[in-house]
């Protein structure tokens, strides 16, 4: 077993983008952030250090963290900030994953621009389930705001308004050539014809999902959340925030000087108030020796292909491709050791909108508002000190109650027209799980405002992905059709817009297990709950200890 260290400097530095030169935060002044390589079994020991007047958290979205809950990172759930001046050391072994991950700050909305890429390579001499790519390259997306995101959320908040849009969408953190005074900033792709690239590609966007294509390609998607999946191909790959989606690009045999344009731009399901602009890069061929001295002679200016995107809500595209995603299910990958039993059923409504209180007083949203996001009608409030503290050390009156309801407080019925109030209540709720408990859960939309999908992320597990459909989930027959054989495994589903989706996991992880909606906006509103799942009877059941480092609240 190899450990590897890293050292992650939080630091400010200036960074120009649409024209606008802002001060953002970063780590070791690199933005999109330092890349994380490591193998299947290393551990890794990141050493990270505030310099700035924000405090901070890292988590390193997807790593199971088995049994090292203490290094995942939420804030006030895992653990307190790292104030200014103060550092504490990420330490955790990868056990039982490979494939394409990241990381990214989970306090506020400092994941803006603190985000990167975590590289998780098969153990030596394990091959791919595919060909050895010629090349592998990260591209990941994310959101640009002119504006200080901090001062954007904390309008927000006080409102009880949607914080205002991004200015752009990037790859790897430009914005490209369709948006005002950014032709400079386009991430461009070098190839050579004739080869096999992998392309790991994450959604580091706050608050949308995205469609992502290259003109005249086609991808073959290989890999979701860091699992082998069942090859597929497809021109267009449908990306929610917090997913990660490895896909093998075939460049093309003959294309000398040939450039391509590779886009990105929202899915949006309903008529939420969204940025519907795009972000473009370019697939650049390398010019051929032989054509580079005819230069001259040779070089004719071609158009640029464009690629083509689905419509802004095409649902039935979202549909189909989440379809397509299988885990491989073979005897070398044995994924799907899907629950095929359950102990526990849980059904969890999951939506905002407009409570019935009166003019934001004691309204359940954050800060007294009335807009309001909420699982089973409990809009969750964030503790002042972190809850696995609190379970760890028996402390947990004042801090959180177990009460999180199994299903919604209020009946849910979709029928297409909104409730008036969703979130009937507010509070620090868990649900506690004992050791191995095999757990169901059915998430419904309830579609309020917006009618946006939500991405649901769960930390600590990976789930297996049995069933999904549109209208209200119907438990007596919907059960039927769920796929035990080989359904998606992953850490972030879209719930679908007006639909549900139903996952299954083995609550083998001790610890404090964050869930909530990947949509900042959503989470930073109150789509949010965590699990306490307790240790089991043997040693290596147990949540260790805390490092001494650990940060005070
Ligand atoms: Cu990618 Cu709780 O986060």
């Known amino acids: 077993r190899v450990t590897r260290h890293y050292k992650f400097n939080i630091k400010s530095q200036s960074v120009t983008r649409l024209c606008k030169t802002k001060s953002i935060i970063t780590v070791n002044g690199q933005f999109p952030g330092p890349r994380i390589i490591a193998r299947e079994g290393d551990r890794l020991v990141i050493k990270v250090v505030n310099h700035v007047q924000n405090n901070v958290t890292l988590h390193w979205h997807g790593i199971r963290q088995l049994r090292s809950g203490w290094a995942d990172g939420p804030s006030y759930i895992t653990q307190c900030p790292i104030q200014t001046g103060q550092s504490y050391v990420y330490n955790f072994t990868i056990i039982g994953q490979r494939g394409t991950l990241w990381w990214h700050a989970h306090i506020s909305w400092l994941r803006a621009?603190?985000?990167?890429?975590?590289?998780?390579?098969?153990?030596?001499?394990?091959p791919y389930p595919f060909p050895q790519p010629f090349k592998e390259v990260p591209i990941i997306f994310g959101e640009w705001w002119k504006a200080d995101t901090e001062t954007v959320i904390n309008q927000g908040l006080q409102t009880g308004s949607g914080p205002n849009v991004?200015?752009?969408?990037?790859?790897?953190?430009?914005?490209?050539?369709?948006?005002?005074?950014s032709a400079k900033d386009t991430y461009k792709l070098k190839v050579k014809p004739g080869k096999t690239y992998l392309l790991r590609l994450i959604n580091a966007a706050l608050n949308n999902e995205l469609f992502f294509s290259i003109a005249n390609h086609t991808f073959t998607v290989v890999e979701a959340d860091a699992v082998y999946v069942k090859p597929f191909n497809t021109k267009v790959v449908l990306i929610t925030p917090g997913q990660t989606t490895n896909v093998i690009l075939r460049t093309k045999s003959k294309s000398p000087n040939a450039t391509f344009v590779m886009a990105a731009r929202p899915y949006v399901s309903g008529p939420a108030a969204f940025d519907n602009s795009t972000t473009t890069g370019l697939l650049e061929y390398e010019t051929s020796v032989s054509s580079k001295h005819n230069k001259n002679k040779n070089k004719k200016k071609l158009p640029l292909l464009t690629p083509v995107l689905p419509k802004l809500n095409d649902t039935s595209f979202s549909m189909n491709y989440n379809k397509k995603i299988r885990s491989l299910a073979n005897p070398k990958f044995p994924s799907a050791n899907v629950p095929k039993t359950v102990d526990k059923n849980f059904f969890f409504t999951v939506g905002l909108g407009l409570t019935s209180c009166s003019k934001n007083q004691n309204c359940p949203g954050p800060n007294n508002t009335r807009v309001a996001a909420a699982i089973n009608n409990v809009s969750f409030?964030?503790?002042?000190?972190?809850?696995?503290?609190?379970h760890f050390f028996n402390k947990s009156k004042g801090v959180y109650t177990t009460d999180f309801p199994a299903n919604p407080l209020i009946k849910f019925n979709y029928t297409g027209t909104p409730p008036s109030n969703i979130a009937l209540s507010s509070g620090t709720k868990v649900v506690v799980l004992p050791f191995n408990t095999r757990v169901e859960l059915v998430l419904q939309d309830t579609s309020i405002i917006g009618a946006e999908s939500h991405p649901l992320h769960l930390h600590g597990f990976n789930f297996f992905v049995v069933g999904f459909g549109f209208g209200n989930f119907d438990p007596k027959n919907d059960p039927k059709k769920y796929n035990l054989v080989d359904p998606a495994e992953r850490n972030t589903v879209g719930v679908p817009s007006g639909g549900w989706v139903a996952l299954r996991f083995l609550a083998d992880?001790?610890?404090?297990?964050?869930?909530?909606?990947?949509?900042?906006?959503?989470?930073?509103w109150g789509l949010k709950m965590a699990w306490v799942v307790t240790d089991g009877k043997r040693r290596n059941q147990k949540?260790?200890?805390?490092?001494?480092?650990?940060?005070?609240?």
């Open 113 to 126: 621009t603190l985000y990167g890429p975590i590289v998780i390579l098969p153990k030596k001499h394990v």
């Open 166 to 181: 991004s200015d752009a969408y990037t790859i790897n953190g430009l914005p490209g050539p369709l948006y005002n005074c």
């Open 381 to 390: 409030v964030q503790p002042n000190t972190a809850l696995l503290q609190a």
């Open 509 to 524: 992880n001790p610890g404090v297990w964050f869930m909530h909606c990947h949509l900042e906006v959503h989470t930073s």
């Open 543 to 553: 949540l260790p200890p805390p490092p001494s480092d650990l940060p005070k609240c």
